[in-house]
């Protein structure tokens, strides 16, 4: 495949130390996995951070880069390290350590979508495998890393904002009966990932927005966040899931009837995020004051 794996949104001028991440928002599916997958093309698409690139789309207008998969999770999973291989679904790899995603068949190439759905009937060639993360896993990286590295130069900080979308059932299944559900959830690795000062910030701003925010469950972050997340390097990372209830119809990944409302919020709420990387906007107060 030649087709890159990445496409990257870029302001005119770069005025914040913020970088904005979707990995999982891909919607390109190869001719090899749709040749290969046992799943029809609704249920292949159920693990798509369906239009959350979209969301996040006003990022370079107010000075910030968006960086965002072309190729689907299905394909590749970009918030995953490149050695979680499954030997369920890839041939000649041998089981090691325990990891819980890739025992649950969410590794670097997933073996199922969504409600534990196979994405294939038998496994892979490794030199498949291989191939796709090379094409795609590592310029993924390589740019996401050069726009951090960047952002430590020009500002002396980088904050990585690493944007997904959560099913609204994962949400019901978790939530307490009686109380409200989180409509967004903010991952630092239970404090590893960024300070409690920047998280804080973030979470000021989606309650202003109305948004019901909880933090680090029932999704902490995974491999992104806690891959780049290096506050005593001045170097944050938040991920970001969003009820896909919101503005998006499940059923048929389409942007819901509230999509072009909910996208207007978020046009706010991004230029708010980005505005916490710039010079002075630590005595900036917390925008629920």
Same mark, same amino acid.
Request: no cysteine.
């Given at each position: 495949m030649t087709q890159i794996a990445y496409r990257l949104l870029s302001p005119a001028t770069r005025n914040t130390s913020v970088v904005f991440s979707s990995?999982?928002?891909? &919607? $390109?599916?190869?001719?090899?996995?749709?040749?290969?997958?046992?799943?029809?093309?609704?249920?292949?698409?159920?693990?798509?951070?369906?239009?959350?690139?979209?969301?996040?789309?006003?990022?370079?207008?107010?000075? /910030?880069?968006?960086l965002a998969a072309v190729w689907p999770r299905a394909w590749l999973d970009l918030n995953r390290a490149a050695d979680e291989l499954d030997p369920a679904v890839i041939e000649g790899v041998?089981?090691? /350590?325990?990891?819980?995603?890739?025992?649950?068949?969410?590794?670097?190439?997933?073996?199922?979508?969504?409600?534990?759905?196979?994405?294939?009937?038998?496994?892979?060639?490794?030199t498949e495998a291989r191939a796709r993360i090379t094409e795609g896993w590592y310029p993924y990286h390589r740019a996401l890393?050069?726009?951090?590295?960047?952002? &430590?130069?020009?500002?002396g900080e980088a904050i990585l904002i690493d944007c997904h979308s959560m099913p609204h059932e994962a949400i019901e299944a978790v939530s307490p009966s009686?109380?409200?559900?989180?409509?967004?959830?903010?991952?630092? &690795?239970?404090?590893?990932?960024?300070?409690?000062?920047?998280?804080?910030? $973030?979470?000021?701003?989606f309650t202003a927005a109305g948004l019901? $925010?909880?933090?680090?469950?029932?999704?902490?972050? /995974?491999y992104i966040t806690q891959n780049y997340g290096r506050p005593s390097r001045r170097q944050h990372a938040i991920q970001i899931e969003i009820d896909r209830g919101l503005y998006l119809d499940e059923r048929n990944v389409t942007p819901g009837p509230n999509f072009e409302t909910f996208r207007d919020l978020m046009r706010d709420v991004t230029k708010q995020i980005a505005a916490l990387g710039r010079p002075g906007a630590e005595a900036m107060p917390l925008a629920a004051e």
């Open positions: 990995p999982h928002s891909g &919607r $390109v599916y190869p001719e090899p996995l749709m040749d290969k997958t046992i799943l029809d093309e609704l249920s292949i698409r159920s693990s798509e951070d369906a239009f959350v690139d979209d969301l996040f789309g006003h990022a370079p207008d107010v000075g /910030a880069p968006l041998r089981s090691l /350590a325990h990891n819980p995603r890739v025992s649950s068949g969410l590794g670097v190439i997933p073996r199922v979508v969504s409600n534990g759905r196979a994405i294939y009937n038998g496994k892979l060639t490794l890393q050069s726009l951090l590295d960047e952002s &430590r130069r020009l500002f009686g109380r409200r559900r989180p409509e967004v959830v903010l991952g630092d &690795r239970f404090g590893a990932a960024a300070t409690q000062e920047l998280v804080e910030r $973030v979470e000021a701003i019901h $925010v909880a933090r680090n469950a029932p999704f902490a972050g /995974a």
